[in-house]
């Protein structure tokens, strides 16, 4: 029993570094990617930070609730909507077209921020 346990360790430890080099260059490979661009908005304190994101047609937007209590991230012209967003929660949107959009919380509408799609 004792022998095939650290057996497996012993072949867990490489396997793990290695998959963890693999993860990293695929990540670089992704960055590099210019058709899938990616961008976060973090939501903090009643504030969407950064409160305007300018960012390129294609991009995908992340919004992560960092705040102890929900918050939606509304399109103000119904492009998009997220659900109900608790504590770390995420909700993600792709911009196929340029322009501006606008976007609120729901339930505390004085939140506002605003994505500029280039
Ligand atoms: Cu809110």
């Known amino acids: 029993m004792t022998k095939n346990k650290l057996w497996i360790s012993g072949v867990a430890a ?3 570094i290695a ?3 693999l993860a990293l260059s695929s990540r670089v490979t992704a960055n590099a990617e210019p ?3 990616a961008a976060a908005v973090k939501i903090d304190n009643f ?3 950064p409160q305007t994101i300018t960012v390129p047609v294609g991009t995908t937007v992340t919004w992560t609730n960092a705040d102890d209590i929900p918050h939606t991230s509304v399109s103000t012209e119904g ?3 997220s659900k109900v967003l608790d504590t770390d929660e995420k909700f ?3 911009f196929t077209k340029a322009g501006t959009y606008p976007y609120y919380c729901t339930i505390h509408p004085k939140m ?3 994505v500029v799609v280039q």
Do not use: N, R
């Open 92 to 94: 993600s949107y792709t």
């Open 47 to 49: 504030v969407f930070g």
């Open 35 to 37: 058709s899938a661009p």
């Open 14 to 16: 490489p396997v793990l």
């Open 19 to 21: 998959t963890m080099l």
């Open 112 to 114: 506002t921020g605003k």
């Open 79 to 81: 492009v998009f909507k």
